[in-house]
């Protein structure tokens, strides 16, 4: 690093610099605009370069996320899937809340359609902390920028962790279960497990928002599980679309279906009295009535959408 | 805590080594102690002010008549060695840590003087995996516990502690899990990886680090002799770095190495030293641990003078400053 001559150096700040205005021009911005966001992204760089950002405990970076993670998803937001977003009046403004969504579409591409909803929709553009599978954290670059954007461990303790430092925290019971199911079973909720995310509700006395998302279930639809393959990658489920594994890597790029999603009417979970969180039947009711609101939204949104990809 | 539980006579193990050295140094400085008693294997090269060494193996029967002969009534056990190194090897070092706590906690169990027991634990007892929760706090066991090594010596350490603790529930008991002990003279298998020309690091992955100050380190455990008992407690600085952050703070090249077995890995371990970092290591610079520090303000009332970037940047302030530590006595810590 100290072979590097200051004038080489310069130049190489200067060829950057001229990169990102010919960049930010050919995305239609002129002017003090241009200059603007041309200064922003090298504070960025210059932020990472020198570790000059923050990193929570469970390793978000808000810093990375709403300058490099959000605004790459954001076109795939409005111009390829058309989010249409409702009900977000129903996430708290500020405080713990937990959102409980329907999981699908073979790649879970709907935990981050669901984050840039809550982002851009909400009035204080509120984070989304998200719980995922122990094996994203496993998997090299897809651990580490899970954690960065704002995933943790699916866990009680860090469920609950969250919800207690006033989070909005967002689950997708159906796990794998969810995502890894075929297109004829689309639309269908698969089990809500134990309801472990209705129990950790509960102790944080949290209201659970049920989340409901069409569009999702066709960005790749799954004919078949090679499950023989899945066994021998360690991997959840290996999906057989019209498009993957035919066509290689250019498989995975998700069908510009029309996506909706519906944020319900808040569950209170603060009324139901000392250790209502320990109880079973307490907590399958609340979980069941969820689940119901979910299916029955789907159900509705789905006779709202004129066509899959319109 | 009441008056009661003043220190009067100290016995500190492990002193040859620094941190303990200089929880000796700070003890002996008060003068409400009467005596601070070191023992190690090793004569410490390092000054103990009032301190007094006696030569003894923590793993001899030797111990419990210097405890009764001296009157002992506040043990405080730093002699868990983290690398194999420090000890002489990982047999000498696994006997040290195992048998040498499993001996010390039998002698204070016998004694009548004992008072209070203060042992410096790691949090590396929590392991590091992509399944364990993102932060533990003391309740918690890790999904999968370190199965060799220094963490697997510290757990069963701690099991012969809560043993005692068990048998004797009068004797106050404070075990520290401390987080990475970092700073401008320890020197761990942690700083020596940071101190390498180019940093190897393990592919796709960045783990949550979290570090100690060695000051604090040493501080918390002085805090821990007179201040309120409290268990099990998690010691750390506030605040965490990611890997990524901490290769951009301490302005070194990296490069991407794939773990496990490997053309490309092994050539790297060997080009770049990698070798003597081991697994556990690797596993929390891959996944990382954060451990919760509540208990450590509200119970125990200590707080850290470093946060966990402040801690690192001391170290690489000194690193920079090109002190490099070799006049100083290897160190414990991870």
């Known amino acids: 690093m100290s072979g590097v001559r200051e004038s080489d150096l310069e130049q190489a700040v200067m060829v950057l610099i001229k990169g990102l205005r010919a960049a930010g021009a050919a995305t239609g911005l002129v002017g003090d605009e241009l200059d603007e966001s041309v200064a922003q992204t090298l504070a960025f760089l210059r932020r990472r370069l ?38 977000i009046e129903n996430l708290p403004a500020e405080g713990g809340g937990l959102v409980v969504a329907n999981h699908s579409g073979t790649i879970a591409i709907d935990s981050l359609m669901t984050q840039l909803a809550v982002h851009d929709e909400t009035p204080g553009h509120r984070s989304l902390r998200m719980l995922g599978a122990d094996l994203v954290f496993a998997s090299p670059m897809v651990g580490p920028v899970a954690r960065k954007t704002g995933s943790t461990l699916a866990t009680s303790a860090d469920a609950q962790r969250l919800l207690d430092e006033g989070h909005l925290v967002g689950v997708w019971p159906e796990g794998f279960k969810g995502v890894g199911k075929l297109y004829k ?34 960005v790749a639809p799954m004919l078949a599980n090679a499950a023989p393959l899945a066994r021998l990658l360690g991997l ?75 | 805590m009441d008056e009661a539980a003043h220190p009067r006579v100290v016995l500190v193990t492990g002193v040859a080594r620094d941190l303990a050295g200089r929880v000796v140094r700070r003890l002996a400085e008060d003068p409400s102690i009467e005596r601070v008693i070191g023992v190690d294997l090793v004569p410490p090269k390092h000054p103990m002010g009032r301190g007094e060494y006696v030569r003894a193996d923590v793993r001899s029967p030797l111990l419990a008549r210097l405890i009764t002969q001296a009157g002992v009534d506040t043990v405080v056990h730093m002699g868990v060695i983290a690398t194999p190194r420090d000890a002489g090897g990982r047999v000498v070092q696994k006997d040290i840590n195992v048998l040498g706590t499993m001996q010390l906690m039998a002698a204070c169990q016998k004694s009548a003087s004992v008072r209070r027991v203060v042992v410096k634990s790691t949090a590396g007892v929590y392991g590091s995996s992509p399944r364990d929760p993102a932060v533990f706090t003391e309740e918690m066991t890790a999904k999968q516990l370190p199965r060799s090594g220094f963490p697997h010596d510290s757990m069963e350490a701690e099991s012969y502690v809560r043993g005692l603790s068990r048998r004797r529930p ?9 987080a990475n002990v970092i700073g401008p003279s320890i020197r761990t298998v942690l700083t020596d990886y940071f101190r ?73 371990t060997r080009r770049l030293g990698w070798a003597a970092l081991p697994a556990d290591h690797l596993a929390f610079l891959s996944y990382g641990r954060v451990i919760d520090t509540q208990r450590m303000r509200k119970e125990l009332g200590f707080a850290p003078a ?16 090109g002190d490099r530590p070799e006049q100083q006595p290897v160190e414990e810590g991870q």
């Open chain 1, 50 to 87: 020198t570790g000059d950002y923050t990193v929570d405990e469970f390793g978000y970076d808000a810093d990375f996320t709403e300058h490099v993670a959000l605004p790459l998803l954001r076109p795939l937001y409005r111009s390829w899937f058309r989010v249409e977003v409702r009900g």
């Open chain 1, 185 to 218: 079973d689309r639309y269908r909720l698969q089990r809500f497990g134990r309801g472990g995310f209705v129990a950790a509700a509960l102790r944080a006395e949290v209201p659970i928002i049920p989340c409901s998302i069409v569009g999702a279930e066709e």
């Open chain 1, 236 to 310: 959840p489920y290996f999906p057989v679309t019209p498009t993957f594994p035919w066509l290689g890597p250019l498989g995975l790029l998700p069908l510009p279906s029309k996506w909706l999603i519906e944020f319900g009417a808040p569950i209170r979970t603060d009324d139901r009295g000392e250790g209502a969180s320990e109880d079973p039947a307490v907590v399958f009711e609340i979980s069941d009535r969820v689940r119901e609101t979910i299916q029955h939204t789907l159900y509705n949104l789905l006779r709202d959408r004129r066509s899959v990809f319109f």
């Open chain 2, 170 to 178: 009068d004797i106050d008991i404070t075990m520290l899990r401390m």
């Open chain 2, 196 to 268: 390498m020309p180019v940093l190897p690091v393990p592919f796709g992955q960045q783990g949550r680090l979290q570090f100690l100050h060695e000051d604090d380190a040493v501080a918390a455990v002085v805090h821990a002799t007179s201040g309120p008992v409290v268990g099990t407690v998690n010691v750390a600085g506030d605040g965490v770095l990611s890997l990524g952050q901490a290769i951009a703070l301490s302005r070194r090249p990296w490069l991407p190495v794939v773990t496990g077995a490997g053309g490309l890995s092994l050539w790297a």
């Open chain 2, 306 to 321: 470093y946060t966990t970037r402040g801690a690192f940047e001391s170290f690489l302030a000194a690193r920079r400053a």
